[in-house]
Structure formats: C-alpha cells, structure tokens
C-alpha cells in the first residue's frame, strides 16, 4: 500500500523568505501523480501544484515550486516571496495512475504561519 | 456556478440519528468520491464510485453508505451516528485520465 509523510507539523516563515515543505511517499508503483493542496481556514482544498512521476522536471506555478526526487521518493514544495495569504494547512497527496476511480493518499499535514 | 456542491455545509444532531449529506458535481465527471477529515485533519478516502460503479470502500463501519443516483450525483447516508462520526466530510470528484480532483466545501459534522 502506498504511504505519504510528511515530517513537519508546523512550520513558520516571514513574509517575502522562502520555506521549503517536505514530503516523502512510498509506493511499488511506477506510474503515478504527487499534489501539494492547501487548507487555508475556510476548509475549502485547493490545488497549489502537481508533478507526473514519468516527468523529470520540476513543477512551478508561480510561487510555488517543487523538487521531485523520484529515485529517493521525495517531493517537496517551496514557497518563494512568502505572503500572509500563504497561512494554512499544505497537504501532500499521492495517486496512482494506473486505474478509473483511483483516490488522493494524503499526508499528515504541515501548518504552515506566516509573519509580517 | 459551483462546480462541486454539498448540502448541508453544517450538520449537528445527535447519537443514533441517521443523516445523509449529498453532493452534486456540474462538471460531467466520471468519478466521485467522499473523504473524511477527522479532528486531527487527516484527510482519508471513504469511497470512490466511477460512471456510478462502486471502486473504492475503504475500510468505513457499514453504518455508511453511498449512494450514487446517476453520475453528477454521491450522497452519504449514515445510520446510527456515534460521536466518533463528528468530522468534516468532503465529496470531490474528477474525470477520467485527468489529474485534478475538483473539491467540494466540505461539511462539518458534528454528533453530540
């Protein structure tokens, strides 16, 4: 079965610093998506970033970047020139891509702060 | 428009009582789903249905049921709520081949 951890309950930042999230996942699989979600306190999940396991290269939107490791099963998001709107719960999710109807495996969460 | 909506946003009732929440998708996709986020905020998948088949039952007491009237649609039906119910549940949904799950609000549960 496949597992996703993230190793940091909270972290914090200063505004416009960067911070970086960690992220580890196992998995047999070979072929298969890794997400970064946000839960700002509204509760409402929304998609920051997604990387394609059969891609090398790293994801960005905007802000937001990710380093993919494949090899040592690592995938992690930063945050470059933080903002307060950045303050919220970030989730690493997995899903295989093998199959219809396949499900997000999330991780525990990282409560992100960000200080003025 | 909202693309994935639940009702109600908030529900609060009592141990024993049965509640359903439904959830409705406008987007056309081939897969819903209902996940649980427990107090701790540990998002977990319930159930998955594809083109109103059934994929995905996790390991969930039976006192929860979906039901999934035709694609755009997955309620939830819990029987005999007990107080560890309380959680917030989340409908999404997705097409076919595509990566992104559509979320909907979400709706607090809460069993007292």
């Known amino acids: 079965a496949q597992t996703v951890t993230q190793s940091q309950p909270e972290m914090s930042v200063q505004e416009a610093e960067t911070v970086t999230l960690s992220c580890t996942y196992d998995t047999s699989e070979s072929d298969y998506y890794l997400f970064w979600y946000k839960q700002p306190p509204s509760r409402q999940m929304i998609l920051v970033i997604r990387?394609?396991?059969?891609?090398?290269q790293n994801a960005t939107e905007n802000r937001f970047s990710v380093n993919f490791q494949k090899a040592a099963k690592s995938f992690s998001l930063k945050i470059s020139d933080s903002q307060l709107g950045d303050a919220a719960m970030y989730f690493c999710?997995?899903?295989?891509?093998?199959?219809?109807?396949?499900?997000?495996?999330f991780g525990k969460g990282t409560t992100l702060s960000v200080s003025s | 428009d909202t693309a994935v909506s639940q009702t109600p946003k908030y529900l609060v009732t009592q141990m024993g009582n049965d509640k359903s929440i439904k959830c409705e998708q406008n987007?056309?996709?081939?897969?819903m789903y209902w996940y649980k986020q427990d107090s701790k905020k540990f998002l977990k998948i319930m159930f998955s249905y594809n083109n109103k088949e059934l994929i995905i039952n996790e390991t969930v007491p039976n006192r929860f049921s979906p039901k999934s009237p035709d694609k755009a649609h997955l309620n939830l039906h819990i029987n005999s709520l007990e107080l560890g119910d309380s959680a917030v549940y989340f409908c999404?949904?997705?097409?076919?081949?595509?990566?992104?799950?559509?979320f909907g609000p979400g709706t607090r549960l809460t069993v007292t």
């Open positions: 999710a997995y899903r295989s891509a093998n199959q219809a109807g396949t499900a997000l495996i």
């Open positions: 987007l056309g996709h081939d897969t």
């Open positions: 990387q394609e396991a059969y891609k090398q």
């Open positions: 999404a949904s997705r097409r076919d081949y595509s990566y992104e799950q559509y």
